[in-house]
């Protein structure tokens, strides 16, 4: 399956620089002059390729990183673009009891939150989630990823009833950002697809942000060779 427009979202500049430099993008006006998102745009063959980063933010001066600035950027970006496909990529911290090492590059099937436990009849399940995403077993099979369960929080921690609700998934990975983009999808009608790059074992022993701080970059340069090489098999020759 080939996609004539992708736009990309990804939530820090360290993970999307290599991928920006590898495909020489050129940097674009700010979607709106009021909003933190950074864009630039390419081709791969005949398909138009734009980038989202959702930026600085502007008083605290650090990326924007969780599903707040996510959803804004692929509402913007949808609006703005109107894209066949909103691809999202970025870390994530994953369980050495279900397989996970560091820089390995994960492809969701299914993207929840697990952060949004809400007891009430109804609820329950709009709390969870559960969006649709765009998955290709072939294709998941040829670039050598596994499927997981995307999961996402606010909170780079994680307290014991998150640990219990992100281990019910076979394979889970767990970040900050995807749930907001693929309800936007969902709600917009475009496909999401997910792939994201261990930076840190919630299992391992280590504190999420060290180990994610030391992880960072071989994570992000595994990340851009997994986004470049699904680049090429999705978009148009
Ligand atoms: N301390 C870091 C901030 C990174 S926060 C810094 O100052 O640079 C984590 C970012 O990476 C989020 O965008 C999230 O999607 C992803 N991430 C990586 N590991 C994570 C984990 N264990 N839990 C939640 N998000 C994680």
């Known amino acids: 399956m080939t996609f004539k427009k992708i736009v990309l979202i990804m939530a820090m500049h360290s993970e999307a620089d290599p991928i920006r430099d590898a495909l020489e993008l050129e940097e674009m006006d700010k979607l709106h002059p009021s909003l933190p998102m950074d864009s630039y745009k390419g081709k791969i063959g005949q398909t138009e390729l734009l980038l989202l980063v959702n930026g600085v933010d502007p008083r605290f001066q650090v990326d924007s990183i969780g599903t707040q600035p996510a959803t804004l950027a692929t509402f913007a970006a949808i609006q703005a673009w109107q894209p066949d496909l909103i691809l999202n990529a970025g870390t994530c911290g994953a369980f050495k009891s279900k ?17 949004r436990r809400i007891s009430i009849p109804g609820f329950r399940e709009y709390g969870v989630g559960d969006y649709p995403v765009f998955t290709d077993q072939a294709l998941a099979q040829k670039l ?30 767990k970040e900050m950002e995807a749930a907001g983009i693929a309800y936007v999808a969902e709600l917009m009608q475009v496909p999401y697809l997910g792939i994201k790059s261990v930076t840190d074992l919630v299992d391992g022993g280590m504190l999420a942000q060290d180990e994610f701080l030391l992880h960072l ?6 990340l851009q060779q997994k986004v470049l090489a699904l680049l090429q098999e999705i978009s148009i020759k």
């Open 99 to 115: 397989g996970a090492e560091i820089a390995k590059v994960y492809w969701g099937n299914k993207v929840i939150h697990h952060d």
């Open 144 to 173: 050598e990823m596994e499927f997981a369960t995307i999961s996402s929080g606010n909170s780079l921690d994680m307290c014991d009833t998150d640990y219990q609700i992100l281990d019910q998934e076979e394979r889970v990975v």
């Open 217 to 222: 970059k071989n994570s992000s340069l595994a």
